[in-house]
């Protein structure tokens, strides 16, 4: 059932020039991951590799510092980021039965993204709108009280 859109091709000269004024500085890694990320759209492994080598890192602290925060993937992600609440107040008022119909209807589970490129989808534990719950944002605005149904005439329009 899960789905992920196609790997992009990386201009690793595009990311030696991100990377190089930070070269040898391993307190700058947050730093790297935020440009590089912002640039490239995720994280993968050969670039992490990448990463590690320029500023005197094993790649598993490049990864731990990657795997931790959830502000960075190493997938692809999609050209829509949905993410739905699953926090206290967001469960019991339906977010289990968007989160169902999101996968049923995008062929994804949380976490992927749709083949297309189109949608990723994340669930996230709170977005700060508990009163208008269930929440969720699409590329970072916010939609209070939804239902399965209106969930995905939102989606359509981001398509």
Same mark, same amino acid.
């Given at each position: 059932?899960a789905?992920c859109?196609?790997?992009k091709?990386?201009?690793?000269?595009k990311?030696?020039? %991100?990377? /190089?004024?930070?070269?040898?500085?391993?307190?700058?890694?947050? !730093?790297? =991951?935020?440009?590089?990320?912002?640039?490239? *759209?995720?994280?993968p492994r050969?670039?992490?590799?990448r990463?590690?080598?320029a500023?005197?890192?094993s790649?598993?602290e490049v990864?731990?510092?990657v795997?931790?925060?959830?502000?960075?993937?190493?997938?692809?992600?999609?050209?829509h980021?949905?993410? %739905?609440? /699953?926090?206290?107040?967001?469960?019991?008022?339906g977010?289990? !039965?968007? =989160?169902?119909?999101?996968?049923?209807?995008? *062929?994804?589970?949380?976490?992927?993204t749709?083949?297309?490129?189109?949608y990723?989808?994340?669930v996230?534990?709170?977005?700060?709108?508990?009163?208008l719950?269930?929440?969720?944002?699409?590329?970072g605005?916010?939609?209070?009280?939804?239902?399965?149904?209106?969930?995905?005439?939102?989606?359509?329009?981001y398509?």
């Amino acid at each position: 059932m899960a789905g992920c859109c196609q790997e992009k091709t990386i201009d690793m000269e595009k990311l030696d020039a %991100l990377i /190089k004024p930070y070269q040898g500085q391993p307190s700058a890694l947050i !730093e790297v =991951l935020h440009k590089v990320q912002d640039s490239i *759209g995720y994280l993968p492994r050969e670039v992490q590799v990448r990463i590690a080598k320029a500023l005197g890192l094993s790649l598993s602290e490049v990864f731990s510092v990657v795997s931790f925060y959830t502000r960075f993937t190493t997938k692809p992600q999609g050209k829509h980021k949905i993410c %739905l609440c /699953k926090g206290t107040a967001c469960y019991v008022k339906g977010a289990p !039965e968007i =989160l169902e119909r999101f996968e049923k209807e995008l *062929g994804i589970e949380s976490g992927d993204t749709t083949d297309d490129g189109m949608y990723s989808l994340e669930v996230v534990r709170c977005l700060g709108a508990c009163g208008l719950g269930p929440v969720m944002t699409v590329d970072g605005t916010a939609h209070g009280m939804v239902k399965p149904d209106k969930a995905m005439s939102i989606l359509k329009k981001y398509k």
